[in-house]
């Protein structure tokens, strides 16, 4: 963050900076305009659950409740006053139908549910969230921050402008080893694929028969996830795949597209074949492929 956004954050919280350097947990709400942003950034569709972990005066859940209809959310907070006035808030405005607030820690919250995650709490609170968020909330719930970011896992995206809102999309879990199986070439061909994820972002290499290859552009967004390889298949020469599916728990649905490269070009036949992996506790990626290094 530039430093003058940093000054700027700053004034806006003057009021509370000697309680801030304790890092009491303190109420300061989000502007009107962030809250607007945040909400925007959710996307909201008919039966998404929206929480929010540190309410405060329930601004940003009842935002997004008027903005879409057919959402319900919920609301915890430590501070009784703050939810004891978000409940007669929500009686207010005619939404306590849809939503309540709870006196609670945001490390007891159930994730399970939420299809959307609001935060703004201090950075350090907001990193120790992020083992819970990635446990508990499903692949593909939004998780969207006021002005600070979760640290080492990135942002899928930043609205920048006046002062930053963040999102995310809980990626699926992909790290370990998957099969499949291709029909080409008039041979079923194995493929033994192994990926290593870190948050959102992923590396895999993969065997079929007595090759191994490295994916490139390894992209993962919540449950989708899309790869390209290229790797010589005996009777068909240099070949492109590029993988586009859905991760479900243990298996991933989607579709392959195959073309020859002659000189770095596609050429001839391009197929698209049905892809379906299956997730495995053992990988022929690492038998010996019987080749020797002279
Ligand atoms: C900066 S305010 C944000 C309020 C609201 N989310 C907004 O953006 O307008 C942070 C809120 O989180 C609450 N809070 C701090 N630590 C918390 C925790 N561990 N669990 C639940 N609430 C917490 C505070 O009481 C405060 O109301």
């Given at each position: 963050m530039h430093w003058w956004r940093v000054a700027a954050l700053c004034a806006s919280l003057a009021a509370g900076v000697a309680q801030a350097q304790e890092r009491f947990s303190i109420f300061?709400?989000?502007?009107?305009?962030?809250?607007?942003?945040?909400?925007?950034?959710?996307?909201?569709?008919?039966?998404?659950?929206?929480?929010?972990?540190?309410?405060?005066?329930?601004?940003?859940?009842?935002?997004?409740?008027e903005a879409h209809a057919g959402v319900r959310g919920w609301g915890v907070d430590l501070d009784p006053k703050l939810v004891h006035g978000a409940n007669a808030e929500a009686q207010k405005r005619g939404l306590a139908e849809r939503v309540h607030f709870l006196q609670q820690n945001a490390f007891d919250a159930d994730l399970s549910k939420a299809?959307?995650?609001?935060?703004?709490?201090?950075?350090?609170?907001?990193?120790?969230?992020?083992?819970k968020i990635l446990r508990?909330?499903?692949?593909?719930?939004?998780?969207?921050?006021?002005?600070?970011?979760?640290?080492?896992?990135?942002?899928?995206?930043?609205?920048?402008?006046?002062?930053?809102?963040?999102?995310?999309?809980?990626?699926?879990k992909v790290g370990g080893y998957w099969n499949w199986t291709l029909p080409l070439g008039g041979l079923n061909r194995n493929y033994a694929a192994v990926f290593e994820q870190h948050f959102q972002q992923l590396e895999g290499v993969v065997r079929s028969v007595d090759r191994r290859g490295i994916f490139s552009n390894p992209e993962l967004h919540g449950t989708h996830i899309s790869f390209a390889l290229e790797m010589t298949l005996d009777g068909k020469g240099l070949t492109r795949h590029r993988f586009s599916g859905t991760v479900?728990?243990?298996?991933?649905?989607?579709?392959?597209?195959?073309?020859?490269?002659?000189?770095?070009?596609?050429?001839?036949?391009?197929?698209e074949l049905p892809w379906q992996a299956t997730r495995s506790t053992t990988s022929a990626y690492f038998e010996t492929t019987g080749l020797a290094l002279r």
């Open positions: 300061a709400g989000s502007p009107p305009d962030a809250v607007a942003r945040m909400v925007q950034l959710a996307e909201l569709g008919n039966g998404d659950h929206v929480v929010d972990l540190g309410s405060g005066d329930g601004r940003i859940v009842f935002a997004a409740l299809d959307v995650i609001f935060m703004w709490l201090w950075p350090e609170l907001m990193y120790m969230l992020r083992a508990e909330a499903r692949p593909g719930t939004r998780v969207i921050t006021n002005i600070w970011d979760l640290g080492s896992w990135k942002p899928d995206y930043i609205d920048e402008t006046p002062l930053p809102v963040n999102l995310w999309r809980v990626p699926a479900d728990g243990d298996r991933i649905n989607g579709t392959v597209r195959v073309v020859r490269l002659v000189q770095g070009e596609e050429t001839g036949e391009r197929l």
